[in-house]
């Protein structure tokens, strides 16, 4: 079993930064890949970034290249998404999620955290 908690969300203005943390605990030799999601009331899940664990391989939406760094600190078992020049467009609840395959398909990520709460004012 393995279980993620999510934090470092907030209010903060356009333009600032925020650092998201995700926290991986149990059975963390079970997946090869950790990503970040958001979500916005009404609307399914939006792929973000992920990060492979071993090989430290990263992957991103095409609407976050730039601004966004996904990143991972092995003793803490913890994954970063260091979100800058935030804009309107990124309120939602991040989430982190694991994908044990390694396949980077959305529908194999799961153990989904309870996410955390980012707000962009303008």
């Known amino acids: 079993q393995v279980q993620l908690v999510e934090s470092g969300g907030g209010l903060v203005q356009a333009g600032g930064s925020l650092r998201l943390s995700c926290t991986v605990s149990?059975?963390?030799?079970?997946?090869?890949?950790v990503g970040w999601f958001r979500q916005v009331p009404g609307k399914g899940r939006e792929f973000v970034a992920a990060?492979?664990?071993?090989?430290?391989?990263?992957y991103y939406a095409d609407s976050v290249k730039g601004r966004f760094t996904i990143s991972r600190q092995f003793s803490k078992n913890t994954v970063y998404l260091q979100i800058n020049s935030l804009k309107s467009g990124d309120t939602a609840v991040y989430y982190c999620?694991?994908?044990?395959?390694?396949?980077?398909?959305?529908?194999?990520?799961?153990?989904w955290g309870q996410g955390t709460q980012v707000t962009v004012s303008s």
């Open positions: 990060i492979s664990w071993s090989a430290g391989t990263t």
């Open positions: 999620a694991i994908d044990p395959t390694g396949r980077g398909i959305q529908s194999d990520f799961g153990s």
């Open positions: 149990g059975r963390t030799s079970y997946y090869d890949r």
